[in-house]
DNA sequence: CTGTATACTTACTTACTAGTAGGTTAATAT
DNA sequence: ATATTAACCTACTAGTAAGTAAGTATACAG
């Protein structure tokens, strides 16, 4: 890895926590060079606009989900381990300083951004429910979940939930988002 | 209702709006007061920091669920009824172009706010949660709902739920937020 | 008629924003 | 040795942000 390859990654990362605390208003080119040793030109030579930055953040979002989830399936394979995994992966980020994921941060701009984020953002989403879809389906399947309704239906409310959830881990810390994930493994039948 | 109060309540009014659409850094003061025809200098007047402006915006809608959910309580009685009631409201607030509540959009620059705008955003949550609770409480008497665990658990999972839907609602509409209702009643064992 | 308070406006400052033009350095290719 | 390219930096622009100081119009009290 070269040191440009480096500074873009570098970039990425502290943007993607930053835009991740504080969303796309809330954080400026200085935000990003000062603490890596770099100017802001160099943050515009890698993005030349803050779309460009916001685009990459997406893509990289979303590429960090796909890697994480194949984790989880490559872990153990029961849906009970993997839907576990994406329980442990929302606390990690909440305690990574990363409360809002990126879709969350994303909202309040929504209606601003360029299509192609929007889009990125949308597909992102619909990966996410197409995963936990699967995973449902699965531990229904297997006798492991035991739930109301369609998997489809069942996953969003589930996402929706979390989504929910980060933000009240802001507000409350950790405590209420525990509950949350004990009241979705209740309503799983899932014995605790 | 004189001049005076009528300009302060319309820059709540506005402000509120904004808010609710962009989050605390995505609006300006010239985005408050150039549509209602007044000078940046006139909200400077009635709120000189951005910080008392969104103060005065906490405790609004603070206020307003107050007036909502008496309202709820007095419209049918029934626990049923006023879970609609909060759906409803729901549905209205992401029609009226405010997808994302006050407590979502204050998420995203949640640490950067004054300790006394936090604490007032936790009692709004709070109180949220305890009008939740009773409804559940109630609806678990009279036999109108069932559903598994605490009322307290519960309630705070379809607030989180809730809260997570206006985000999907942003990216893809009313239909996912439907569904998430749906899904809601279903496992309150509520007939549809 | 005068004094005072309210509710502003005009005109300004300071600080920061995204973004750019052009120069510099170091590595690599020819 | 020379040319080229990537990856920056320095120094800047134009625009916008929140916030302020001082002045003005109106209403109302005494």
Redesign the interface.
């Known amino acids: 890895m070269n040191q440009a390859t480096d500074t873009k990654a570098r970039i990425i990362e502290r943007a993607s926590e930053l835009m991740m605390?504080?969303?796309f208003?809330?954080f400026s080119y200085s935000d990003i060079s000062s603490p890596l040793g770099v100017k802001n030109a160099a943050v515009h030579y890698h993005f030349p606009s803050k779309h460009d930055l916001l685009r990459a953040l997406v893509e990289d979002q979303h590429e960090n989900l796909r890697r994480k989830t194949s984790k989880f399936m490559v872990y153990g394979g029961s849906a009970r381990e993997q839907l576990e995994g994406l329980f442990g992966f929302t606390i990690h980020q909440c305690k990574a300083g990363r409360?809002?994921c990126i879709?969350?941060?994303l909202?309040?701009?929504?209606?601003?951004l360029p299509d192609d984020v929007?889009q990125a953002?949308?597909r992102f989403?619909e990966d996410s429910r197409q995963w936990l879809t699967r995973v449902l389906e699965l531990g229904r399947e297997q006798g492991e979940f035991n739930f109301?309704?369609k998997p489809a239906?069942?996953a969003?409310?589930i996402?929706?939930?979390?989504?929910?959830?980060?933000?009240?881990y802001?507000?409350?810390g950790e405590r209420?988002l525990q509950?949350?994930f004990?009241?979705?493994r209740?309503?799983l039948g899932i014995e605790t």
């Open positions: 605390q504080r969303g208003n809330g409360p809002v879709v969350g941060a909202a309040a701009d929504y209606d601003e929007q953002n949308a989403m109301t309704g239906a069942k969003i409310s996402l929706a939930t979390i989504q929910g959830g980060r933000q009240l802001r507000v409350f209420y509950d949350l004990k009241q979705i209740r309503e």
